[in-house]
């Protein structure tokens, strides 16, 4: 077996592992509120991590380009509550015109 399926191997058994701690730790057993607090907010704080690293991130720099005027107006229609849809292809179309403009 070569070094890469070794890796690949003990995060799939460490994956399957932490997936499978919660069920039988709780056991069916609501979780205490400060944890389904914190869990709730896990998924926004990730998401817009994301959406900074892949905004900001250029290899190991930050970097101000198009991408910036995309999300901008993305974030400026969800404020005036437009539908999904609409947010992404605005932004799309903002971040590509920029792209050819600039």
């Known amino acids: ?12 058994a460490g ?11 709780l056991g069916g057993r609501p979780l205490p509120e400060g944890l389904s607090r914190v869990i709730e907010l ?5 998401l817009g991590a994301l959406v900074a690293v892949q905004t900001f991130g250029n290899g190991q720099a930050l970097a101000v380009d198009e991408r910036v ?3 901008a107006v993305a974030a400026i229609a969800i404020w005036r ?9 605005l932004a799309t179309v903002t971040t590509a ?3 050819a403009l600039l």
């Open 1 to 12: 077996m070569s070094q890469t399926w070794l890796v690949v191997t003990l995060v799939g």
């Open 15 to 25: 994956t399957i592992a932490i997936k499978a701690i919660g069920p039988v730790l």
């Open 42 to 46: 896990l998924a926004p704080a990730l």
């Open 69 to 71: 005027l995309g999300v």
């Open 81 to 89: 509550k437009a539908p999904l849809l609409l947010v992404v292809i």
């Open 97 to 99: 015109l920029a792209r």
